[in-house]
């Protein structure tokens, strides 16, 4: 088991997190049904309301969708750290299927261990909540909160699939690899462009552009009547599909312009040109946390300013100025950080992408500390390579997540408008958790790989094969 | 008052240098009380059986191991007390490097790799320098490589970027560990006399640790090491007296047993 879950610690965890996410979502509703039931007298739910079971399965599509990206990118890099090791196996006969197969199964073990925790955990989690919630009489007392329903399978099942999925589709550089990679240079080979073509290049400006369209529209539409807001939708849905297909061009450009904001100097260049080189991992690592930002914040930037709308209409209607309702903004909060969860997952997959990449260049570093870098200004180079992700990563999630939840505000309530188009509400809460996620995630993305590459001694690096 | 290494004429110097690596019934001496100069202007090659030592001596003499006991000594300056942040520091200034392979930074280009060493002092290289820069990647065939990056360029181009980058910064001394190990015959040849020619035309002194006596056949100086300790201290060899030399040390050996 230890040597098949080699490099996969970060396959388990988000595969644990993913499914734990699932199993608590669908075990906290069946608490609510109970309650409700306890508290409402002859009120008979015992199924769950099909909305809140909806809203738990899209979340939780979301958040095996986002899973899934990452542990496609903790693959692809496994592949890239056992190059010399897939291509001795190779060398001695073994066909390059066979060693894809063999990921896929590490990544199929991964993906059941890390369920298995994750539900565990998801269990005690929900235990412990129903014991504090009697003990506080925020749960009815005299019933008995039994959670586990038969849907928990979904969550279990769904995440050791696209794990297993997931581990194949990263794996496909296995098929690249030579056995002569084996003997030859000790220099790895570095993938220079983007594995795109003119054609996907294309695809996903069509789509990124047409769905932008659609998006104004939708919200042009919406000026009239609300059933703008499913023009909206698809235009959404079809410009972030273009964006996730572009993100190997779009995202290193955009790397590369944060990047020369961070400095100029020898150690700041290191860690910039790093994020470069791999543009398909960094896209991949910085695009699943660009989903996690932007549904946030698309969700309470359509909700802030939908509420926003309203308002300004009892206004108008009748002449008081009413309150900003606070429980409506703390629903947009829960119901962001319930979306946000998968930003945690696409957060683990970032921390994860910085580590292996500065174990994979210990030869690098050692060349880099004999030839004069200090200590310093290794740490340096390390914590504006993560600076660079996870800032780039996230203005994109935010910029983005402003326009759609704008565009679907409009699109759904501008017809309600009095004086016309109100501008985007983004409540400064939002603000100080994305820059707080952001500082968060910069500083543990350095810390954690700066650690080990500190540990470096250049002479052993350099002797290192 | 105590004699400066450049009183000697020389570069580099260690005195009563040893290096044990772990303790006890473990314990293995890789340097067992070496005293050696490099002068200026001199192309030393230093050769021995694999664990014979040579390339901790070098490490340790570059700043990059520290010694078990002895001083070393780069220029006038005694690096063996030095900390980490100084010997970087060291090495950055006065120190240049050829490694076997992996020489290169991968994601600079070629004209970035030549002037690193600048960039980590946090300056460029100014008039003098950049026109000693200009006129070493002109000779070493460079010039319309410059936007290029490593992985584009062959085994013996990159070797040369990383000569470029060893004499750039004009080090007291530049480390050259089996610089030729990796090239076929024709850009080995080329690259030892680019090295002869340093230490001949711009007085570079130049410690090259090599296992091969065709290599050792361009210094000026060969020294042997075995166990540790130097066996031998010659001047000019050609490529066969080299070779025997080596030969001589397996011949005591069996002549011991």
Same mark, same amino acid.
């Given at each position: 088991?230890?040597?098949?879950?080699?490099?996969?610690?970060?396959?388990?965890?988000?595969?644990?997190?993913?499914?734990?996410?699932?199993?608590?979502?669908?075990?906290?509703?069946?608490?609510?049904?109970?309650?409700?039931?306890?508290?409402?007298?002859?009120?008979?739910?015992?199924?769950?309301?099909?909305?809140?079971?909806?809203?738990?399965?899209?979340?939780?599509?979301?958040?095996?969708?986002?899973?899934?990206?990452?542990?496609?990118?903790?693959?692809?890099?496994?592949?890239?750290?056992?190059?010399?090791?897939?291509?001795?196996?190779?060398?001695?006969?073994?066909?390059?299927?066979?060693?894809?197969?063999?990921?896929?199964?590490?990544?199929?073990?991964?993906?059941?261990?890390?369920?298995?925790?994750?539900?565990?955990?998801?269990?005690?989690?929900?235990?412990?909540?129903?014991?504090?919630?009697?003990?506080?009489?925020?749960?009815?007392?005299?019933?008995?909160?039994?959670?586990?329903?038969?849907?928990?399978?979904?969550?279990?099942?769904?995440?050791?699939?696209?794990?297993? #999925? /997931? @581990?194949?589709? $990263?794996?496909?550089?296995? &098929?690249?690899?030579?056995?002569?990679?084996? *003997? +030859?240079? %000790?220099? !790895?080979?570095?993938?220079?462009?983007?594995?795109?073509?003119?054609?996907?290049?294309? #695809? /996903? @400006?069509?789509? $990124?552009?047409?769905?932008? &369209?659609?998006?104004?529209?939708?919200?042009? *539409? +919406?000026? %009239?009547? !609300?059933?703008?807001?499913?023009?909206?939708?698809?235009?959404?849905?079809?410009?972030?599909?273009?964006?996730?297909? $572009?993100?190997?061009?779009?995202?290193?450009?955009?790397?590369?312009?944060?990047?020369?904001?961070?400095?100029?100097?020898?150690?700041?260049?290191?860690?910039?040109?790093?994020?470069?080189?791999?543009?398909?991992?960094?896209?991949?690592?910085?695009?699943?946390?660009?989903?996690?930002?932007?549904?946030?914040?698309?969700?309470?930037?359509?909700?802030?300013?939908?509420?926003?709308?309203?308002?300004?209409?009892?206004?108008?209607?009748?002449?008081?100025?009413?309150?900003?309702?606070?429980?409506?903004?703390?629903?947009?909060?829960?119901?962001?950080?319930?979306?946000?969860?998968?930003?945690?997952?696409?957060?683990?997959?970032?921390?994860?992408?910085?580590?292996?990449?500065?174990?994979?260049?210990?030869?690098?570093?050692?060349?880099?500390?004999?030839?004069?870098?200090?200590?310093?200004?290794?740490?340096?180079?390390?914590?504006?390579?993560?600076?660079?992700?996870?800032?780039?990563?996230?203005?994109?999630?935010?910029?983005?997540?402003?326009?759609?939840?704008?565009?679907?505000?409009?699109?759904?309530?501008?017809?309600?408008?009095?004086?016309?188009?109100?501008?985007?509400?983004?409540?400064?809460?939002?603000?100080?958790?994305?820059?707080?996620?952001?500082?968060?995630?910069?500083?543990?993305?350095?810390?954690?790989?700066?650690?080990?590459?500190?540990?470096?001694?250049?002479?052993?690096?350099?002797?290192?094969? | 008052?105590?004699?400066?290494?450049?009183?000697?004429?020389?570069?580099?110097?260690?005195?009563?240098?040893?290096?044990?690596?772990?303790?006890?019934?473990?314990?293995?001496?890789?340097?067992?009380?070496?005293?050696?100069?490099?002068?200026?202007?001199?192309?030393?090659?230093?050769?021995?059986?694999?664990?014979?030592?040579?390339?901790?001596?070098?490490?340790?003499?570059?700043?990059?191991?520290?010694?078990?006991?002895?001083?070393?000594?780069?220029?006038?300056?005694?690096?063996?007390?030095?900390?980490?942040?100084?010997?970087?520091?060291?090495?950055?200034?006065?120190?240049?490097?050829?490694?076997?392979?992996?020489?290169?930074?991968?994601?600079?280009?070629?004209?970035?790799?030549?002037?690193?060493?600048?960039?980590?002092?946090?300056?460029?290289?100014?008039?003098?320098?950049?026109?000693?820069?200009?006129?070493?990647?002109?000779?070493?065939?460079?010039?319309?490589?410059?936007?290029?990056?490593?992985?584009?360029?062959?085994?013996?181009?990159?070797?040369?970027?990383?000569?470029?980058?060893?004499?750039?910064?004009?080090?007291?001394?530049?480390?050259?560990?089996?610089?030729?190990?990796?090239?076929?015959?024709?850009?080995?040849?080329?690259?030892?006399?680019?090295?002869?020619?340093?230490?001949?035309?711009?007085?570079?002194?130049?410690?090259?640790?090599?296992?091969?006596?065709?290599?050792?056949?361009?210094?000026?100086?060969?020294?042997?090491?075995?166990?540790?300790?130097?066996?031998?201290?010659?001047?000019?060899?050609?490529?066969?007296?080299?070779?025997?030399?080596?030969?001589?040390?397996?011949?005591?050996?069996?002549?011991?047993?």
């Amino acid at each position: 088991m230890r040597t098949l879950l080699r490099g996969h610690a970060a396959t388990v965890l988000v595969a644990a997190l993913a499914a734990g996410f699932g199993v608590t979502l669908l075990g906290l509703i069946r608490i609510l049904v109970i309650a409700t039931e306890a508290a409402i007298a002859g009120a008979a739910l015992d199924q769950a309301p099909l909305v809140l079971v909806i809203v738990a399965y899209v979340f939780l599509a979301i958040a095996i969708y986002v899973a899934a990206i990452v542990t496609t990118n903790t693959v692809a890099t496994i592949v890239a750290g056992r190059v010399r090791e897939i291509a001795l196996v190779r060398l001695l006969g073994a066909s390059a299927a066979r060693e894809r197969a063999r990921l896929a199964k590490e990544g199929l073990t991964a993906g059941a261990v890390g369920a298995v925790i994750g539900v565990a955990a998801s269990w005690a989690l929900l235990a412990a909540f129903v014991l504090v919630g009697e003990a506080t009489t925020l749960l009815p007392p005299g019933q008995t909160y039994a959670f586990l329903v038969p849907d928990m399978v979904v969550p279990i099942v769904a995440v050791v699939l696209t794990t297993w #999925l /997931a @581990a194949w589709v $990263g794996s496909r550089r296995v &098929l690249g690899v030579t056995p002569i990679e084996a *003997l +030859g240079a %000790a220099v !790895p080979s570095d993938a220079a462009h983007p594995a795109g073509s003119r054609a996907r290049a294309t #695809l /996903a @400006a069509v789509l $990124g552009g047409g769905g932008a &369209l659609l998006l104004a529209l939708g919200a042009l *539409l +919406g000026q %009239a009547s !609300p059933l703008g807001v499913f023009v909206g939708i698809a235009g959404g849905i079809t410009s972030f599909t273009g964006l996730m297909i $572009g993100a190997p061009f779009v995202i290193p450009a955009l790397l590369a312009l944060v990047g020369r904001a961070l400095g100029r100097d020898a150690a700041a260049v290191l860690g910039v040109r790093n994020a470069l080189r791999h543009p398909d991992r960094s896209a991949r690592a910085a695009i699943a946390l660009v989903i996690g930002v932007s549904l946030v914040t698309m969700f309470v930037v359509a909700g802030m300013t939908a509420n926003a709308i309203m308002y300004q209409r009892m206004e108008d209607h009748w002449g008081t100025t009413a309150p900003l309702d606070p429980a409506f903004a703390m629903a947009m909060g829960v119901l962001g950080i319930l979306v946000g969860f998968s930003a945690v997952i696409a957060a683990v997959g970032l921390v994860n992408t910085l580590t292996v990449g500065v174990l994979q260049r210990t030869r690098e570093f050692g060349l880099v500390r004999a030839l004069g870098l200090s200590r310093g200004q290794l740490r340096r180079t390390i914590s504006v390579e993560a600076v660079q992700l996870a800032v780039t990563a996230i203005l994109v999630g935010f910029a983005v997540g402003i326009a759609y939840g704008w565009a679907g505000a409009e699109a759904m309530f501008g017809s309600f408008q009095v004086f016309g188009p109100v501008p985007p509400v983004i409540p400064w809460w939002l603000v100080a958790g994305i820059v707080g996620v952001a500082a968060l995630l910069a500083l543990v993305g350095s810390l954690v790989p700066a650690r080990r590459a500190l540990r470096i001694v250049p002479v052993e690096a350099l002797a290192a094969e | 008052m105590q004699t400066k290494p450049s009183d000697l004429g020389l570069v580099a110097r260690v005195t009563e240098l040893t290096k044990t690596y772990g303790t006890g019934g473990a314990a293995v001496t890789a340097l067992d009380g070496i005293s050696l100069g490099i002068r200026r202007g001199e192309f030393t090659a230093i050769m021995g059986p694999s664990g014979s030592g040579k390339s901790t001596l070098m490490h340790i003499m570059a700043g990059l191991d520290a010694p078990t006991a002895g001083r070393v000594w780069i220029g006038d300056e005694e690096i063996t007390a030095l900390n980490d942040r100084e010997l970087t520091v060291v090495r950055r200034r006065r120190v240049g490097f050829v490694f076997q392979a992996f020489n290169l930074v991968p994601t600079l280009d070629v004209e970035a790799n030549v002037t690193f060493p600048f960039e980590l002092d946090g300056r460029r290289p100014n008039t003098t320098e950049r026109a000693w820069i200009d006129s070493l990647i002109d000779s070493l065939g460079l010039r319309n490589r410059l936007r290029h990056r490593p992985s584009e360029l062959s085994g013996g181009q990159q070797q040369r970027v990383a000569i470029a980058r060893a004499l750039g910064s004009r080090p007291a001394l530049v480390f050259a560990d089996e610089p030729t190990g990796n090239l076929d015959s024709r850009t080995s040849r080329e690259v030892l006399a680019l090295l002869a020619a340093a230490a001949a035309d711009y007085g570079q002194g130049i410690v090259m640790v090599t296992h091969d006596p065709f290599a050792a056949s361009h210094a000026d100086r060969v020294i042997l090491m075995n166990d540790g300790r130097v066996a031998a201290d010659e001047g000019r060899l050609t490529a066969s007296a080299a070779s025997e030399l080596v030969l001589s040390l397996a011949s005591d050996e069996a002549a011991a047993r």
